[in-house]
């Protein structure tokens, strides 16, 4: 898989957007970097956080719009820049992926708009302290036979199934995995 293919795939595609009046607007920035060995995307583990809902989950960059930000594509931008020390302004705009918001009714409502980047080296990562730690993936490694499977997860003391990718170290679900397993599909990237 290559960045050409995944901007071809990308300069087709037109994102849904969700009507959703009641939640409150967030993006997140999917990061790929092209190396030697194929692409990486960029992900973070959020830190523990007393009343964070997606505390310590597996995301991409990202969060909530803020009056300040002239749209969404500034919200990942800025969060980004916030959480991992990424300044994604000269990085490459590759396309939007469709909205989203959580199927879990016990989280807040918001609606998520995913921006697609490319950077062109790899960037040295600060995370903030709402990050525990912020890692590369492979996408190769995304495909690898067992990795995509059905994980039981403890959420809110009740257990719950979900699809997921288990890296062994890291599980990516919910939001995550909804915004993931799509925009794959979509640059037809399989094993």
Do not use: N
């Not at 898989?1 to 993006?27: G, H, I, N, S």
């Not at 909205?99 to 016990?106: G, H, K, N, Q």
């Not at 903030?128 to 039981?152: C, I, K, N, Q």
Request: aromatic share 8%; hydrophobic share 45%.
């Amino acid at each position: 898989m290559t960045l050409t293919r995944v901007r071809a795939a990308l300069l087709q595609y037109v994102a849904r957007a969700v009507d959703a009046p009641e939640a409150r607007p967030a993006a997140v920035a999917l990061i790929l970097l092209e190396r030697s060995s194929g692409l990486e995307a960029l992900f973070i583990k959020r830190a523990e956080r007393a009343g964070d809902p997606w505390s310590r989950q597996v995301a991409l960059p990202g969060g909530r719009y803020e009056p300040t930000d002239p749209d969404l594509l500034v919200t990942a931008t800025r969060e980004t820049r916030e959480e991992t020390g990424i300044d994604l302004t000269g990085a490459e705009r590759l396309g939007v992926l469709d909205d989203l918001y959580p199927r879990i009714p016990t989280l807040p409502p918001v609606r998520v708009r995913p921006f697609v980047f490319a950077l062109s080296s790899p960037p040295r990562l600060t995370p903030s302290e709402e990050v525990e730690h912020a890692f590369w993936v492979p996408l190769d490694r995304l495909v690898a036979p067992g990795v995509r499977r059905e994980v039981t997860l403890q959420v809110r003391g009740v257990e719950r199934v979900f699809p997921a990718y288990d890296l062994g170290d890291e599980v990516i679900w919910g939001m995550t995995e909804r915004i993931l397993s799509p925009f794959l599909d979509l640059i037809g990237y399989t094993a």
